[in-house]
Every structure is written in structure tokens, then in C-alpha cells.
């Protein structure tokens, strides 16, 4: 795929969603960095619904501590991995406490050592709460990364490399919302939505058989 599809596919991207952002509810950094450590191997409806609750009672570092594994387990038990998801929090809230002053750290390396955080969940805190151009890869942009021709590559960080290089300036910092989006509604894994795709002109999705109807 050369620069001027990419740029239309962006153009198109940010014509239809001018300020994209993440689905998942949240009012602070650190109410940002639980729900995303929440939204591992579960849905962004499902941890909202667990954390409008938990936010109510506690949405800091030291009132999520105060609560411990059993008092934060009843509130994140319809959540896929709740039980180590539980004691990755706490332990999390725990190190934020004792070495970030009660702060969310703005650095990767800091958010990686963090109980529970990996690459991922890094780039979602650097890019949705500290505003920085970085491209958090997960299934659904893995698979249009990789479907479109925008980015393709075998692993998360071979397409996340390929894609802070290649994804214009201008739209690198709003990049990963509209892909992630445009994977979970449109390019979806089994059946994606060609037909109704905005920016099918450019994408790169295999061959059309135009006798079947069918792409090759």
C-alpha cells in the first residue's frame, strides 16, 4: 500500500469520526489504567457496567487499596479473569502508592512494570489520557492492519512499528481509536462489512472474483 491510499483511508477515518476515543468510561488516569487492565479477554459494555459501580465507591489508588482483592472481587465478578485481574490491581494501586505518589507514571517503561500492564495497555494510557501518538495493537488492528495492507506484519509490535512509521503525522495520534473501531463494527473477523466499508477504494483485502461475488 503506497502513502496516498493510507492518507485517503485516514482522511475518510476522521471524516466519518473527527474525535474518536476509547469506549471504555472513565473520568481519570487511573480510572483509564484499571479499566483498561479490566478490558483484557472482556468487552468494553462489560467493564463499563463493572466500573460505574466501582468508581462510585472507589476510583483512587488508596481507596481501591483500602478495598483489597476480596472488597474489589464482588464488584469485577462478571469479568472474564476477575481473580488475577483483582490482585493485579491491587498490587498496581499498591506500587503507584509507594513509588508514583499516588500518580499515574507517564513514562512506558514505568507503566510496563506495573502489575498486570503490558505493551498494550501501555500505549491505551499514554495515547487516551496523556494525549501521545502512540498505537496500541490489539486484535481488531492487528487483523486491519494486516487485511487493509495499511501495516501488515506477524506480530503486535511488527505492525505497531510499521504503523507509527507509516501512518501519517497528523493522524498518528488518533490512529489507533478509528482502527480498533473500524475492526470491532466494520472489519470484523469472520464477516467483514465490505460492502458498507467507507474506505474499501483503497483497502487491499485479497482479490474480488467478480463472478462469485466472492473476494480470492
Known amino acids: ?58 476510583n483512587t ?22 481473580n488475577t485481574k483483582a490482585e ?3 498490587r498496581t494501586c499498591r506500587i503507584l502508592i509507594e513509588k508514583h505518589g499516588g500518580e499515574v507514571p507517564r513514562t512506558r ?8 500492564v503490558g ?5 491505551v494510557v499514554l495515547n487516551t489520557a496523556f494525549g501521545e501518538a502512540t498505537i496500541a495493537v490489539d486484535t481488531h488492528i492487528f487483523r486491519v492492519a494486516n487485511r ?6 506477524k506480530t503486535p509490535l511488527e505492525v505497531e512499528t510499521r504503523l507509527l512509521r507509516l501512518t501519517p503525522e497528523e493522524f ?9 473501531l473500524h475492526g470491532r463494527y466494520v472489519c470484523k473477523a469472520r464477516r467483514p462489512l465490505c460492502g458498507a466499508c467507507v474506505i474499501e477504494p483503497w483497502c487491499e483485502y ?3 472474483d467478480l463472478r462469485l461475488g466472492k473476494r480470492a
Open 1 to 58: 500500500m503506497n502513502r496516498d491510499k493510507r492518507s485517503r483511508i485516514y482522511h475518510k477515518l476522521k471524516e466519518l469520526d473527527p474525535k474518536p476515543t476509547t469506549e471504555l468510561s472513565f473520568a481519570t488516569p487511573f480510572e483509564l489504567l484499571v479499566s483498561v487492565i479490566l478490558s483484557a479477554q472482556a468487552t468494553d459494555v462489560s467493564v463499563n457496567k463493572a466500573t460505574a459501580k466501582l468508581y462510585k465507591v472507589a
Open 61 to 82: 489508588p488508596e481507596s481501591v487499596l483500602a478495598l483489597g482483592v476480596a472488597g474489589l472481587k464482588p464488584f469485577i465478578r462478571t469479568i472474564g479473569l476477575f
Open 88 to 90: 493485579n490491581i491491587i
Open 109 to 116: 517503561a514505568a507503566l510496563e512494570a506495573l502489575p498486570g
Open 119 to 123: 505493551r498494550k495497555t501501555a500505549n
Open 148 to 153: 487493509t495492507g495499511i501495516a501488515r506484519g
Open 172 to 180: 498518528r495520534k488518533d490512529a489507533h481509536h478509528w482502527l480498533i
Open 206 to 208: 485479497g482479490q474480488k
